[in-house]
């Protein structure tokens, strides 16, 4: 069958994502303690929270160990297999994440062991060609931070540009791309507005509060990255959620669709205003929304999380970026999908859409894919597999999966080839 070829431009960075607690292992921080109290009600619940066929195909979620991090990938010691495993398959970039509280393990003490542990790690990154983005908060909190109320603590901004400044003039020699915040929005929504994160705080008053905390966090880390050198590039990762109206006569539809918009995608942005280098956009989610906030979403087709697919929302999303004239790199967009039947479609079908808005000017400069490896995840544990690389978490041996040799394929290209009749952009 005859393929189109669709280039994409020359020095594209083409890579996957991880974050520290999610890969790691051993970390001692608010989520691990929060893990370790919560895993029974967690296992409990996980029947409550999930459909039927999810229970079934994954009951190691009825296990109190699935919600317990532990040692995760032992990525911490294996760092440099796995970068052996993304330079095979072509990646030549890397997004992971500093942990904060191997850092500052104490209010106002650095642990120099730990900064020359990731600057080794960094330098395994560039050893292999790759260029490293370098998150400097997925989340964690140290323990210190989180009994002072973690991001809820108005002086939350001060502690965090202190740790930032630390990390980058330790670290900044060999690192370009700095994420000061990942998602500072799915924290806001899932600790403090839905409230089932930790530290579980049900507050519309906080959560809002807490946003304009976030902000100011990043803005006084930008600002002070900034003037240690200039030529760094700074942002945060924004989950960004495309929202349509269910029918887009109905202006109460259409009127939901604004405020969710504005909470989800615009009020973190505008804080932020012009103190980023870069748009860093992760793409998940879909949301067709009936007044007042019902979803009505076809969920034709689903991860193994229940998420729904729908590649075109990437193009949407990063059409609408285009008026801040930034520089934009997908830094996370991926799935759930253990039997590795869904994953290379839905990158392509991502990448196709991604080139499209590129082929109409988009200044899209990089792909992400999320993750590298299976990893934990967050209150879910251990379940969902995201990785192009398979866990197996008993031997902790690596797989790769063939997905992640068709993606391998695209990163090497700097090309998608397409069967002519799957480019149906329409
Ligand atoms: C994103 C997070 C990442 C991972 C993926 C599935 O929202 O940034 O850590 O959990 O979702």
């Known amino acids: 069958m005859e393929k189109q070829k669709l280039k ?3 020095g594209f960075l083409w890579g996957a994502a991880t974050s520290a607690h999610q890969v790691e292992g051993g970390n001692k921080n608010d989520w691990s303690e929060w893990e370790k109290a919560n895993a029974k009600r967690l296992a409990e619940e996980a029947p409550k929270k999930h459909a039927d066929w999810q229970v079934k195909k994954f009951p190691e979620m009825l296990t109190p160990e699935n919600y317990i991090s532990g040692a995760a990938c032992d990525y911490y010691n294996r760092f440099e297999e796995d970068f052996d495993i993304a330079k095979s398959l072509s990646h030549n970039a890397h997004r992971f994440s500093i942990e904060w509280s191997r850092i500052e393990p104490e209010e106002g003490k650095f642990d120099e062991q730990e900064i020359e542990h990731y600057r080794k790690v960094i330098k395994a990154v560039l050893a292999r060609g790759m260029e490293p983005f370098v998150t400097i ?3 964690t909190n140290p323990l210190w931070l989180a009994e002072k109320g973690g991001p809820e603590n108005r002086k939350f901004a001060f502690y ?7 990390v980058v003039e330790k670290l900044g020699e060999d690192v370009k791309f700095w994420i000061t915040l990942n998602e500072p929005t799915s924290v806001i929504a899932a600790a403090y507005s839905t409230g089932y994160w930790p530290p579980q705080k049900k507050n ?5 509060k807490v946003y304009k905390i976030l902000a100011k966090a990043h803005n006084q880390a930008y600002r002070e ?18 929202i349509e109206p269910n029918d887009e006569h109905n202006l109460l539809d259409k009127l939901s669709v604004k405020v969710t918009n504005y909470f989800s995608n615009q009020k973190f942005l505008n804080l932020v205003g012009s103190n980023q280098d870069f748009l860093a956009v992760q793409y998940y989610f879909h949301k067709k929304i009936k007044f007042p906030f019902k979803q009505t ?7 193994d999380m229940g998420w729904e697919i729908y590649p075109e929302g ?9 008026k801040y004239n930034l520089p934009i790199y997908i830094t996370e967009n991926g ?3 253990v039997d590795d039947t869904k994953r290379d479609k839905f990158i392509k079908d991502h990448l196709k859409w991604t080139h499209k808005a590129i082929s109409e000017g988009v200044d899209v400069r990089g792909y992400f894919h999320w993750s590298l490896l299976d990893n934990f995840e967050w209150d879910k544990g251990f379940w969902p597999r995201f990785g192009l690389v398979e866990i197996d978490y008993k031997t902790l041996e690596r797989k790769i999966r063939p997905s992640a040799r068709e993606y391998a394929k695209i990163c090497q290209e700097n090309m998608l080839k397409i069967e002519a009749e799957n480019l149906d952009l329409t």
């Open 160 to 166: 965090f540009a202190r740790y930032a400044k630390f």
């Open 297 to 303: 979403n076809e969920n034709k087709t689903r991860t």
């Open 225 to 242: 990255m900034k003037k240690i050198n200039s030529d760094w590039k700074v942002g945060f990762s924004n989950i960004l959620q495309y």
């Open 314 to 322: 990437i193009y949407h999303l990063i059409k609408n970026l285009q």
């Open 204 to 208: 519309p008053i906080v959560a809002l």
């Open 8 to 10: 994409f431009p020359d």
């Open 137 to 139: 908060w997925h989340w």
């Open 335 to 337: 799935l759930a999908d």
